[in-house]
């Protein structure tokens, strides 16, 4: 049996004890997704005592399926806490997700699981829901992730000795700037994954997209109101969280200003055994330009992409940030009070750059291929500067999608 044995049976009592709450949606759901329930139920010990017949029917109906539904609870509870010992695989075999839990349901799970992670070991260590594998993020960062040296060293460097500090008074914030397909996705996904047993599922990690979640301008404060809200929820459910903004060259100035005072240094609080971990990406194609000039230059005089250090991209990148005038994100307080910590540049893909992601996308779908095929897809990339043809306008952008039209 898992550890933590002595405190499941308070627990399954206050599972039932939660249950109970909304009586109506749950027994609705489960007679539409379980059929199997009410039967089960059955032999639950506890759930059939004498019942007078009419008026109470459907009460009995309901705490039946209650019975049933708590059963599994415990599972899904069990497997989220102690996944070593998980045993949902028969019913589910796509996972817990795979189980259709009504929403409700889901809400209770999730808060249970935090409620519990809050003050016991989930794991080994602390969160279950944080995995923090420094050895995979390495390795994906340098099998995984191509033409990137400068990213992929400085993300390993910078979130690893952030995360092992054994008191941070701040959260990390690291910048990633470049063209369109570079990686910043990628390694923003990459980072989620090993840092989060369930990846960019984990109700630890959120993204925001600028363009989906904060399309209105005029509904700048009400943004504002929710941003920090969520900000503030996830940092009280995980005591290591990771927050990303895609296209954050769109940010409106009002949800820059309110992010400020959570990059800011945090007077820590003596008691807490552990402060709090938050990384922020901001994810923007600002300064691709200067980064992909830069690299050119320094391409055309003979130097080797890999040779190509900070000292060649920092001060250029930065100060095209602060001048951009398109954006709100240079001006911003967090860049103005350098809130940021790092500034991260994903350089412009080359041609074998993106004979590589078609190769990854093959081998992602364990299909087989062939280097000329590997060719075609790369030769279907516009490359620009006219003249050089050297990098590829949209890095590896649906380079994935494009291995299709190569299946045998
Ligand atoms: C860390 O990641 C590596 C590579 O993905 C994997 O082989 C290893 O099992 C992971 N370790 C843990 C503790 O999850």
Redesign the pocket.
């Known amino acids: 049996m898992p550890r933590g044995l002595r405190s499941q049976l308070p627990l399954r009592v206050l599972l039932l004890l939660l249950l109970p709450l909304p009586p109506p949606p749950l027994a609705g759901a489960l007679e539409l997704h379980d059929p199997a329930g009410p039967a089960e139920a059955a032999e639950e010990p506890g759930s059939g005592p004498a019942w007078p017949s009419f008026p109470f029917r459907d009460l009995r109906r309901w705490a039946r399926a209650a019975g049933a539904l708590s059963r599994r609870y415990w599972a899904l509870f069990c497997c989220r806490v102690w996944p070593e010992t998980c045993s949902l695989d028969k019913e589910a075999p796509a996972g817990a997700q795979g189980w259709s839990l009504p929403l409700v349901g889901q809400q209770y799970l999730d808060i249970l699981t935090t409620w519990y992670c809050s003050f016991q070991d989930c794991c080994d260590h602390g969160d279950c829901r944080v ?1 923090n ?1 420094f ?2 993020l390495q ?2 960062l340098s099998v995984r992730l191509h033409g990137q040296h400068l990213a992929g060293e400085l993300v390993l460097t910078t979130v690893r000795s952030y995360l092992e500090l054994p008191r941070p008074d701040k959260a990390l914030a690291l910048s990633f700037h470049g063209w369109s397909g570079t990686g910043k996705n990628f390694v923003a996904r990459l980072l989620a994954e ?1 840092l989060y047993r369930d990846g960019l599922r984990s109700d630890c990690v959120k993204v925001f997209i600028t363009m989906m979640h904060f399309p209105h301008p005029k509904y700048v404060d009400l943004y504002k109101e929710q941003l920090t809200e969520q900000v503030r929820k996830t940092q009280e459910h995980c005591h290591q969280t990771l927050f990303i903004f895609d296209e954050a060259e769109k940010l409106h100035p009002g949800l820059l200003e309110a992010l400020g005072p959570h990059l800011e240094r945090q007077v820590l609080e003596n008691h807490k055994a552990e402060s709090p971990r938050t990384i922020f990406l901001f994810l923007s194609n600002l300064g691709g330009n200067v980064i992909n000039e830069v690299v050119l230059g320094l391409l055309k005089a003979g130097w080797s992409r890999e040779d190509i250090t900070m000292e060649h991209l920092g001060s250029g990148l930065q100060a095209e940030i602060v001048a951009s005038t398109d954006s709100g994100f240079g001006h911003s307080r967090l860049v103005k009070e350098n809130l940021i910590d790092f500034f991260v540049p994903f350089l412009p893909l080359e041609y074998r750059h993106v004979r590589l992601c078609a190769r990854d996308a093959f081998l992602s779908q364990e299909l087989p291929y062939t280097e000329e095929a590997l060719d075609e897809i790369a030769k279907m990339m516009v490359y620009v500067p006219k003249e050089e043809q050297l990098f590829s306008s949209q890095g590896c952008k649906s380079v994935s999608q494009r291995i299709n039209y190569f299946l045998p």
């Open positions: 995995s594998n050895t995979g390795s994906d090993n």
